[in-house]
């Protein structure tokens, strides 16, 4: 299977679907066409995504986050699979790149990473700062997740800096 720069786990943290790929029929690996923002995509299987028959819409408001070699990267990203989203792609962007998409986490996969730290703060402190926004309080936050709360974790590839995004059903 092919290695993706922005995407660690496809198998374990990509959305797949019983639907047969609407290219070549087969019900292996299907991706969920939902997540590609593209009118045109239902289904692709793995195989066929990798040979680039189907693509991920990516946003302006994504492609403006990048400043030098724009085009390659968002060509990169456009043939990621895509995460399964609650609400929109908020694909995340440091050192000018885009993240890699690590998985979705529970509360103990941010127990184990904290360490010695308190998991909440750990949480706190790693948030996005459109998320970290929006909280009144981080403890309600940390309560939901894994019920109408998932939580998004990035890599940067660069510099190594871990950044999380909360969607909410
Ligand atoms: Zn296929
Ligand atoms: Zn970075």
Do not use: H
Request: hydrophobic share 35%.
């Amino acid at each position: 299977m092919k290695k993706y720069k922005y995407f660690r786990n496809i198998k374990d943290f990509v959305e797949f679907t019983n639907e047969p790929c609407q290219f070549c029929g087969s019900t292996e690996d299907c991706l969920e066409g939902i997540y590609f923002d593209n009118p045109e995509i239902n289904t692709v299987c793995l195989k066929c995504f990798e040979q680039e028959k189907a693509k991920v819409i990516i946003s302006d408001y994504l492609r403006n986050k990048i400043k030098s070699d724009m085009t390659i990267k968002v060509k990169e990203l456009e043939y990621t699979p895509p995460v399964p989203w609650i609400q929109y792609n908020d694909w995340q962007v440091c050192c000018d790149d885009f993240c890699q998409f690590i998985g979705e986490w529970t509360r103990s996969d941010f127990e184990t990473a904290a360490e010695s730290e308190n998991p909440i703060e750990f949480f706190k402190s790693i948030l996005c700062t459109q998320t970290l926004s929006l909280v009144d309080d981080i403890n309600v936050l940390w309560e939901d997740l894994g019920k109408g709360t998932a939580a998004f974790v990035f890599r940067c590839i660069k510099c190594d800096k871990k950044i999380v995004v909360c969607q909410s059903y």
